[in-house]
């Protein structure tokens, strides 16, 4: 879907941080399919294709669940933290994401990022990018205090916006899971999907647009300025 600028330019941009700013979303695939291999499950994209953008316990109920793992949901993620923590370190950015984001801040443009990450994972998965991080306006993890829930609610969102003193209205996220499109479109925003290669655009009807690259973005159909 295609969407077109229709009344005012888009005023700020809010980001999506796992799988959209950072290629992290190999490090949940590895960890999850080590704890799956304990219990003599196997994990894949069948599961996968169903978590990418879950909230923590969200997503630790479902696999659980879904693999019939022996464990609570509090239980699973008490063994996968210190896999994940040993790893996020090492996170690289996604093509394109680090270009953005600067060319976005040298043209004077509202930025933040709203993840369903913790603020603790947040510090360990940017390790090796703190210095363009550090060019956003506002960071919303899912612990923050002013967020009551995660995506696919809005709050994570809304909150940004509210920080970045942008009406939900005026604002534009890019979002790489069908339940990050679900949250920023249930907070009235204008949503970008940049999927998962794996990932089909049917589970992005609801996007008002599907890129598969960061760079095939026209910043121009959004009154935003141009990147060369």
Same mark, same amino acid.
């Given at each position: ?90 996170? @690289? %950015?996604?093509?394109? +994401?680090?270009? !953005? #984001? ?6 004077? &443009?509202?930025? =933040? ?50 920080? @970045? %003193?942008?009406?939900? +209205?005026?604002? !534009? #996220? ?6 990050? &499109?679900?949250? =920023? ?44």
């Amino acid at each position: 879907m295609n969407a077109q600028l229709e009344t005012s330019p888009i005023k700020a941009v809010i980001f999506d941080m796992d799988g959209l700013l950072l290629d992290t979303e190999g490090i949940y695939t590895e960890v999850c399919q080590i704890i799956a291999q304990r219990y003599g499950r196997s994990y894949g994209w069948e599961i996968k294709q169903n978590i990418i953008g879950r909230g923590a316990q969200d997503l630790a109920r479902y696999v659980v669940q879904a693999l019939d793992l022996p464990l609570s949901a509090e239980e699973f993620l008490v063994i996968r933290e210190p896999l994940l923590q040993a790893r996020f370190p090492k996170a @690289l %950015g996604m093509p394109g +994401a680090e270009a !953005l #984001v600067r060319h976005l801040k040298a043209h004077h &443009v509202p930025i =933040a990022v709203g993840t369903s990450s913790s603020r603790h994972s947040f510090a360990q998965k940017t390790t090796l990018h703190g210095d363009w991080f550090a060019l956003f306006d506002t960071i919303v993890t899912a612990d923050d205090p002013e967020v009551s829930a995660a995506k696919p609610a809005p709050d994570i969102f809304l909150t940004a916006a509210r920080r @970045l %003193g942008v009406a939900p +209205a005026d604002c !534009l #996220v890019f979002e790489d899971s069908p339940f990050g &499109v679900t949250a =920023a479109k249930a907070a009235g925003m204008t949503a970008i999907a940049v999927p998962d290669a794996a990932m089909a655009d049917e589970k992005y009807g609801h996007a008002d647009r599907i890129l598969r690259r960061l760079a095939d973005l026209r910043l121009a159909d959004y009154g935003l300025p141009h990147l060369a």
